[in-house]
């Protein structure tokens, strides 16, 4: 049996933009990944007020979602958001497993990229990093999830965990639904960076066998003004991924697809999609108050 961790409340002092009950684990060490990351999980208001179970959301760039100080960019308002949908009924945990920053690419992609990467791009093909999905998604399998659901009161089952995230986020987000197929029942893969793997992703999915469960996939009109390219490669490759779904047997229920006119790849467009796909994923496996 998995020890739970050691959670402390979010340190509030310094003016943090953090919205009710945000947790901070101790640290834990992946021997997979070779580094140390803490948690950070948010807890439903009626939480330590009633004997529920609630279903979990693991979501990748964890510094990024709930305090603007530690954002790359601004935060995705994750606590905001789940605040709000509580007052609609619909509550959930969410955990924030934060990046490795420079190694970011490495564990969120599952290929090495060759070269074949995107024109008019914001990195050189020979700087893509990739090749290390795989030791993290087994960092969350084996050590996250245990160590959680040890922690809070988790509904069990694989419909009541999911994964979502944005960019290479989302890219690792649907690479780990159908890896684990087992684990997780739901997945948000928002402005995917698809063309970072150079077709390979496709490949992958093409070669699944149809998962049960939920998918929210999203890409924003102009996800890279300075690269028109890449933006029109965003947009046509989401497309794409959505057609092979649609192939695989996902219907509307089980598959929603956005493309919101105009969004850029920012951390402001994933926290304004961000309350809707929360809502078409969890529908059904959140409980209601």
Known sequence: MTDSLDWREY???DDPTVTGDVRVSEQLYSERLDRETQLLAYLPPSYETSDREYPVVYMHDGQNLFDDRTSHSGEWRVDETME????????????????????????????QPEGRGAEDGPF???????????????????????????????????????????SLGGLVSLYGYFEYPDLY????????????????????????????GRLY???????????????????????????????????????????EDGAVHHEDAWARRFPDAARFLLDGVAPRT
């Open 11 to 13: 340190d509030l002092s």
């Open 84 to 111: 709000e949908l509580a007052d609609e009924g619909l509550e959930a945990i969410v955990v924030g497993i934060p990046n490795a920053d420079d190694d970011r690419g490495t564990e969120y992609s599952p290929v």
């Open 124 to 166: 050189e093909d020979d700087d893509l990093p990739g090749g290390r999905a795989d030791e993290y998604l087994a960092f969350l399998a084996e050590q996250v999830v245990p160590a959680v659901e040890a922690s809070f009161r988790t509904k069990a089952g694989r419909e009541h965990r999911g994964l979502a995230g944005s």
């Open 185 to 212: 029942g739901f997945a948000g893969v928002m402005s995917p960076a698809f063309w970072w793997t150079e077709g390979q992703i496709f490949e992958y999915v093409a070669d699944q066998s149809r998962v049960p």
């Open 217 to 259: 996939l999203d890409v924003g009109g102009d996800e890279m003004p300075d690269s028109p390219d890449l933006s029109a490669r965003y947009r046509e490759e989401a497309r794409r991924m959505v057609d092979l779904l649609e192939e695989l047997g996902y219907g509307e229920e089980e598959l929603e697809f956005v493309l």
